[in-house]
């Protein structure tokens, strides 16, 4: 049984930082690619971000690109969201995912495209 549990979420005034942490369980975490995704109340789950199965090639929503990365520990089976820059627009509950296909792309930007989700974390980010 597949298990993401995130971290990392929290208050913070906008410029500063946060890094939210996923830690999955549950199978071969090396072999999946992971993604990061955010909701606001009222509208659709969008993606932020996601990453290969050895890190190496990422994906950005273009509204975080050059503030966001992501990244991955495959020996400690997390991966990592570090935000920089925040803007109040960030504030979301965000949320990891796997997909469901060993070794597949990481260029999958849909929710569609991930079968297993985290509870999510709260992102709040103050003007």
């Known amino acids: 049984q597949v298990q993401l549990v995130e971290s990392g979420g929290g208050s913070v005034q906008a410029g500063g930082s946060l890094r939210l942490s996923c830690a999955a369980s549950?199978?071969?975490?090396?072999?999946?690619?992971m993604g990061w995704f955010r909701q606001v109340p009222g509208k659709e789950r969008e993606f932020v971000a996601s990453?290969?199965?050895?890190?190496?090639?990422?994906f950005y929503a273009g509204s975080v690109k050059g503030r966001f990365t992501i990244s991955r520990d495959n020996t400690k089976n997390t991966v990592y969201l570090q935000m920089n820059s925040l803007k109040p627009e960030d504030t979301a509950v965000y949320y990891c995912?796997?997909?469901?296909?060993?070794?597949?792309?990481?260029?999958?930007?849909?929710?569609?495209?991930?079968?297993?989700w985290g509870q999510g974390t709260q992102v709040t980010v103050s003007s």
């Open positions: 549950g199978r071969t975490f090396s072999s999946y690619p």
């Open positions: 990453c290969s199965t050895s890190g190496a090639v990422t």
């Open positions: 995912a796997t997909r469901g296909a060993i070794r597949s792309t990481a260029r999958a930007m849909g929710v569609q495209d991930y079968d297993y």
